[in-house]
Structure formats: C-alpha cells, structure tokens
C-alpha cells in the first residue's frame, strides 16, 4: 500500500499510535472548509482530525495513500500554505466498532 501498513498518528509533543490499515473500517468529513472534522475509523480507534481544508485528506485517506498524520499549533502553520490541508487537533478514542461507536464497561 502506498501509505504503509499502519497509519501513524502523532499529536503535538504528546502520544503516538501505529494503526494497521487493515483495520480501517471508514471515513467521515463534517463541518466547514475553514473549520472541518473528519473521524476514521478503525476497528478499536476513532480518529478525529480537527483542522481546515480536509477534503483532500479524506481522499487520501480513503485510498489510504497517508503514512502520518500530526497535528500543529496554529502559530506553526506555514503562511504559503493557505489552501493546503491544516491538522489543528488530533484525538484518538477506544471504541468497539467504528464510527460513533464507544468502548462499554
């Protein structure tokens, strides 16, 4: 796969995961261009990536063509980019299976 195996998901001087892609269940993308969330799913982990410009995040991710992801203050995103993709806040969850679907007991 062009991405790799496992999608590693770094946050911002914080914890890290190695998730396989062969337990990527979907994708979701909601909100608005300049403030838009997009939840992948796994099938214990709920990603959700907080940012701008996602769309073509969710193509890739999709096609699972990404090998990283991490989040960046604001103050750190680069000012030539403006219309490229900005991951302001990465959150990983436990869950049972797939999107929206939370971790009991």
Same mark, same amino acid.
């Given at each position: 796969?062009?991405? !790799?195996? #496992?999608? @590693?998901?770094?946050? +911002?001087? !914080? /914890? $890290? +995961?190695?998730?396989?892609?062969?337990?990527?269940?979907?994708?979701?993308?909601?909100?608005? &261009?300049?403030?838009?969330? *997009? &939840?992948?799913?796994?099938?214990?982990?709920?990603?959700?990536?907080?940012? /701008?410009?996602? /769309?073509? *995040? *969710?193509?890739? @991710?999709?096609?699972? %063509?990404?090998?990283?992801?991490?989040?960046?203050?604001?103050?750190? $995103?680069?000012?030539?980019? #403006?219309?490229?993709?900005?991951?302001? $806040?990465?959150?990983? %969850? @436990? @869950?049972?299976? !797939?999107?929206?679907?939370?971790?009991?007991?």
């Amino acid at each position: 796969q062009p991405g !790799g195996p #496992s999608l @590693v998901v770094c946050q +911002w001087r !914080g /914890e $890290r +995961w190695a998730l396989p892609w062969s337990q990527f269940t979907g994708a979701r993308l909601g909100g608005t &261009e300049s403030d838009a969330h *997009l &939840e992948i799913a796994f099938a214990n982990y709920l990603v959700t990536v907080t940012g /701008e410009n996602l /769309e073509a *995040l *969710l193509e890739d @991710v999709a096609a699972q %063509r990404v090998g990283r992801l991490r989040d960046l203050p604001a103050q750190r $995103r680069p000012a030539a980019a #403006s219309d490229a993709p900005f991951i302001a $806040r990465i959150e990983v %969850r @436990v @869950v049972a299976t !797939g999107i929206g679907k939370e971790a009991t007991g």
